[in-house]
């Protein structure tokens, strides 16, 4: 079972990490007016899928915030969504109050079908774990990055690298 920390505390993770090369899991959450959306919703994209906690916290907060700034350099033909256990409620006004346009958001709540899907979801809280994945134009999984200390940020420049490097 893999772990993460949380202020130093270790923190289990259901499901398992999906393999960089393999196609990437479906999943089914919700975007903000409830409708439920999954993989297919991003057929031909390059999708960036940012698995966070809260999207109220800190660390989120700048996280998305940056990829939000980041995503005015990205090809149209990528998609960046971030995925938390927040309300889709909470997700749309955070969203609204913060600014965020170019970064969709997904509530996994109801049924953490991504976070079981992605290997993400922490047992002891039902919350998700920092995580990136990339995944192609043609559904697979050309890049993931698991943040070993949830209050950390991720590497953003390594995952702007796999975003260009999957547009090439």
């Given at each position: 079972?893999?772990?993460?920390?949380?202020?130093?505390?270790?923190?289990?993770?259901?499901?398992?990490?999906?393999?960089?090369?393999?196609?990437?899991?479906?999943?089914?959450?919700?975007?903000?007016?409830?409708?439920?959306?999954?993989?297919?919703?991003?057929?031909?994209?390059?999708?960036?899928?940012?698995?966070?906690?809260?999207?109220?916290t800190?660390?989120?907060?700048?996280?998305?915030?940056?990829f939000?700034?980041?995503?005015?350099?990205?090809?149209?033909?990528?998609?960046?969504?971030?995925?938390?256990?927040?309300?889709?409620?909470?997700?749309?006004?955070?969203?609204?109050?913060?600014?965020?346009?170019?970064?969709?958001?997904?509530?996994?709540?109801?049924?953490?079908?991504?976070?079981?899907?992605?290997?993400?979801?922490?047992?002891e809280?039902?919350?998700?774990?920092?995580?990136?994945?990339?995944?192609?134009?043609?559904?697979?999984?050309?890049?993931?990055?698991?943040?070993?200390?949830?209050t950390?940020?991720?590497?953003?420049?390594?995952?702007?690298?796999?975003?260009?490097?999957?547009?090439?």
């Amino acid at each position: 079972m893999a772990t993460v920390t949380f202020m130093g505390n270790e923190l289990h993770l259901e499901g398992s990490l999906p393999a960089v090369g393999a196609p990437a899991p479906d999943f089914t959450a919700l975007a903000n007016d409830l409708s439920p959306r999954g993989l297919k919703d991003f057929a031909g994209k390059v999708l960036v899928l940012v698995s966070v906690p809260s999207l109220d916290t800190p660390v989120c907060d700048m996280e998305i915030r940056r990829f939000n700034r980041e995503a005015a350099a990205l090809s149209d033909k990528v998609r960046i969504v971030a995925v938390s256990c927040d309300l889709p409620f909470a997700q749309a006004r955070w969203c609204g109050a913060a600014g965020v346009e170019a970064v969709s958001s997904l509530s996994d709540h109801k049924d953490v079908s991504f976070g079981q899907a992605y290997g993400v979801l922490i047992q002891e809280l039902r919350l998700l774990a920092r995580a990136i994945f990339v995944v192609d134009a043609a559904g697979k999984l050309a890049y993931s990055q698991l943040v070993p200390e949830v209050t950390h940020e991720p590497d953003y420049d390594a995952v702007l690298e796999a975003v260009r490097k999957v547009c090439a």
